[in-house]
């Protein structure tokens, strides 16, 4: 039977450290686990004139931009998506409503070391010597257990909240990915065109996964970590952050580039799968969330890649491949050993 995303991640145990949050609630000054150093690049305000372009994913040229953005950024914002807003304000409603129960509460719904669902820190956290100001919820289908162990007589509106918001950035993600294959020029002048799109299996089934999370008003911002700079692994992400900035971009030659929340817009970017099956015309983008002092930031993120059994490799119209194929399951232990290094792992 094929491997779920969730059982990928078994074999990486982790040690309750590396998931157990802080009690935000009862701490006044940053703690010392949580002080980051000067040279971990906190400080860094870049110039206003640099934005993440602002795709309509109705335009009639979306296939160029959406191109033009995913080879200079790896990112883009994205208009007319066709999500409801009052669904994205309810996510992140029942997202403000987990993160505000208390720590001993929320500790029910602990990721185990060997999970890769519920309460807990980021993944990433393993490998900094230094803490995240930040606290996170994952989801991989139904969240039943897991709500049940937050409330136990009415976890049933937030189950089916996230149902419909994965149901639904599900099928989005797939309309992304066909146009991104444009993007690619899959189908530009040769007969293969449609025939690599759809005979990719890969393409036609998903795994998703949801992830809450939540920054709280930090006292002491300029010596402290969000998240930690990463890429996502999975092929693409689309997210929705609350009114609150935080997430940044690094661009090669600028440095830390902001990326402001646009109103009703989803920020898409690329992630390690499709710097893979665009043989690296598509960067994958590297990027952090710095916190704030008064402002507590939200932010709901969906993964999309392929079945974990499925082989990602470089298009076929590339005729010199950079990567060499890799499952998204063996893709997922070497980025649990070697983080971003997993990449340069794979390079022919
Ligand atoms: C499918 C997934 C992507 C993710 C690991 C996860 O299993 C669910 C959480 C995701 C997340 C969110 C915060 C940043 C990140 C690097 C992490 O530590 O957990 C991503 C993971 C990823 O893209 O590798
Ligand atoms: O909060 C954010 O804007 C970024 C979240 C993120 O990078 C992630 O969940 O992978
Ligand atoms: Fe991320």
Redesign the pocket.
């Known amino acids: 039977m094929a491997t779920s995303?969730?059982e990928a991640?078994r074999d990486t145990t982790l040690q309750l450290k590396h998931i157990i949050p802080l009690d935000f609630d009862s701490i006044h000054d940053l703690p010392e686990s949580h002080v980051w150093t000067t040279k971990d690049n906190l400080l860094s305000e870049k110039p206003d004139v640099l934005s993440i372009p602002v795709i309509d994913l109705n335009a009639l040229n979306a296939t160029e931009l959406v191109r033009n953005a995913c080879q200079k950024w790896g990112m883009f914002h994205l208009i007319n998506h066709g999500i409801p807003l009052r669904l994205v304000e309810e996510v992140e409603e029942h997202a403000r409503r987990l993160f505000g129960l208390p720590l001993e509460r929320k500790l029910k719904a602990l990721r185990s070391p060997s999970g890769?669902?519920g309460y807990g820190?980021?993944?990433?956290?393993p490998f900094f010597s230094k803490l995240m100001w930040?606290e996170?919820f994952?989801i991989?289908g139904s969240a039943v257990d897991h709500a049940k162990e937050l409330w136990p007589d009415e976890y049933e509106e937030f189950c089916d909240t996230m149902d419909n918001y994965q149901k639904k950035m599900k099928s989005l993600a797939y309309k992304i990915l066909l146009l991104i294959l444009k993007a690619l020029e899959v189908d530009d002048k040769n007969q293969n065109q449609d025939q690599e799109i759809n005979c990719t299996p890969s393409f036609y089934q998903s795994?998703?996964?949801l992830?809450l999370?939540s920054y709280p008003c930090c006292p002491n911002p300029n010596r402290a970590v969000g998240?930690a700079p990463?890429?996502?692994?999975?092929l693409l992400?689309i997210l929705h952050q609350n009114d609150t900035n935080g997430l940044q971009i690094f661009q090669e030659g600028t440095g830390w580039v902001p990326v402001p929340p646009v109103s009703g817009a989803l920020v898409v970017n690329m992630?390690?799968l499709m710097h893979i099956i665009s043989n690296a015309h598509f960067p994958t983008v590297y990027h952090r969330v710095v916190p704030n002092e008064t402002r507590h930031r939200f932010s709901i993120?969906y993964?999309y890649?392929p079945p974990t059994d499925s082989i990602i490799a470089p298009l076929s119209k590339f005729q010199i491949p950079c990567f060499r194929p890799v499952t998204l399951k063996e893709y997922?232990s070497l980025?649990s050993k070697h983080l971003e290094k997993a990449l340069t792992l794979l390079r022919n």
Do not use: C, P, W
């Open positions: 995303l969730s991640y890769a669902t820190v980021a993944r990433i956290s930040h996170g994952t991989m795994e998703g996964a992830q999370n998240l990463h890429t996502d692994s999975l992400t992630g390690d993120a993964f890649g997922i980025k």
